[in-house]
């Protein structure tokens, strides 16, 4: 009889792995190649870092914050217009685009015009926290999929002198809230509360969730088909 029982759960096991879809993406299994609508290298730095293979496919879309736009709204606007003008361009999928903005006070700091610009940023971030909010937009044949990731991140007071002479490495000009959490940056940073890929501009344990998701839903629609 104990014989008899385990056969039935031996066969019941086998028959739930054999009803789960084909090709969900396990930790092992190869990721598909992404076509990355970004020119920044630390986006690209980080797919390396990983070990996930991509080309890179980028787009210029207009950054402008629109009227009443919240922070959250923004970067996800912003990746899913970089990601589906990628598709557009280039013809691949998946594509993947992220965008990323710093958040204090309610005010959104993207990346500075100019010098003093970035120093403001500089001024307005030093000794207090505030929030990293990267979207990521994920295109495929069958959908577009877009998430976001939010980081507390807190500065330490900054000098005058200091603010000067960051600004004055050229660092900060290209960066949302100019600063690299990853450069020259990291010297002013006292505390971080959540994913550090999400500040450096791609949440790659996000990406990863979107990526499987995305075949687990494909799996089940063909098997369903």
């Not at 990355?36 to 990983?50: N, Q, T, Y």
């Not at 009227?67 to 996800?76: N, Q, W």
């Amino acid at each position: 009889m104990e014989e008899k029982r385990n056969n039935q759960t031996k066969a019941a096991a086998a028959a739930d792995l054999s009803a789960q879809p084909a090709n969900r993406i396990n930790a092992g299994d190869q990721l598909p190649k992404l076509l990355l609508a970004s020119s920044s290298p630390r986006r690209a730095e980080i797919l390396r870092l990983v070990d996930w293979e991509f080309e890179v496919g980028a787009v210029e879309v207009d950054e402008s914050i629109q009227p009443g736009e919240g922070a959250r709204a923004y970067v996800e606007r912003l990746a899913a217009a970089k990601a589906e003008a990628a598709c557009a361009v280039h013809a691949r999928r998946p594509a993947l685009a992220a965008d990323t903005t710093v958040l204090v006070n309610e005010e959104i700091l993207a990346k500075p015009e100019d010098l003093d610009d970035a120093k403001r940023m500089l001024r307005t971030l030093a000794g207090r926290w505030h929030e990293v909010l990267t979207a990521i937009a994920l295109v495929t044949q069958a959908e577009t999929k877009v998430a976001c990731e939010t980081t507390a991140v807190k500065f330490a007071p900054m000098s005058e002198e200091e603010i000067s002479w960051y600004v004055s490495t050229g660092e900060p000009m290209d960066k949302a809230g100019a600063y690299a959490i990853q450069g020259r940056g990291a010297r002013f940073i006292e505390a971080i509360k959540g994913d550090y890929f999400n500040v450096m501009g791609l949440p790659v344990r996000l990406v990863y969730e979107l990526v499987r998701a995305t075949a687990l839903r494909a799996a089940v629609h063909q098997t369903r088909r």
